[in-house]
Nanobody, 120 residues
Framework: QVQLVESGGGLVQAGGSLTLSCAAPSLIVSAFSRYDVAWYRRAPGNARELVTSLSRDGLLRYGDSLRGRFSPSRNDLGKIHSLHMKSLKPEDTAVYYC???????????WGQGTQVTVSS
């Protein structure tokens, strides 16, 4: 079982920035580089939604209305991927989950979730 370890959540004022990270210490580098990475979030009372994803080939996808404020990055040698968030709004308050997924979808792993709270 692959464990993903998230860090970087917390409380930030509206307009501020925050970076989340997701490490996969149990994976070897060559394995990590074969996965697509993604971030999802779930706000209270809402369904889980895609924030952004970054494939192993560099293909980027964004959730609705999030392009420009959220950007992913990946460090395959470090086995870490990150979510850089700026111009945060109170409606960005949610639990954020990192995700690793093979291209076939046969293997998929989730982080434990980290709380991001944006105060107005």
């Amino acid at each position: 079982q692959v464990q993903l370890v998230e860090s970087g959540g917390g409380l930030v004022q509206a307009g501020g920035s925050l970076t989340l990270s997701c490490a996969a210490p149990s994976l070897i580098v060559s394995a990590f580089s074969r996965y697509d990475v993604a971030w999802y979030r779930r706000a209270p009372g809402n369904a889980r939604e895609l924030v952004t994803s970054l494939s192993r080939d560099g293909l980027l996808r964004y959730g609705d209305s999030l392009r420009g404020r959220f950007s992913p990055s990946r460090n395959d040698l470090g086995k870490i991927h990150s979510l850089h968030m700026k111009s945060l709004k109170p409606e960005d308050t949610a639990v954020y989950y990192c995700n690793l997924r093979s291209s076939t979808g046969a293997d998929e792993y989730w982080g434990q979730g980290t709380q991001v709270t944006v105060s107005s």
